[in-house]
């Protein structure tokens, strides 16, 4: 089965407010893109999952 690509919509506390972010990954479904952007985050920024607000999630 080949990956589709998600668009990821939400928003991450930042130093003046929440900043938002729309990151695009390739997965095989919904629940796996979103495991892909919360690792992304945490690897990269250092944010836990309860710190990351996902909005939404496009196809």
Known sequence: ???K???VHGSFPARYGDQAFEKV???PNEDVALERVFAAFGSQHGFKRTQITIDGVDV
Request: glycine share 0%; aromatic share 12%; charged share 20%.
């Open 1 to 3: 089965m080949s990956d």
């Open 5 to 7: 690509q998600f668009t």
């Open 25 to 27: 990954v390739e997965a």
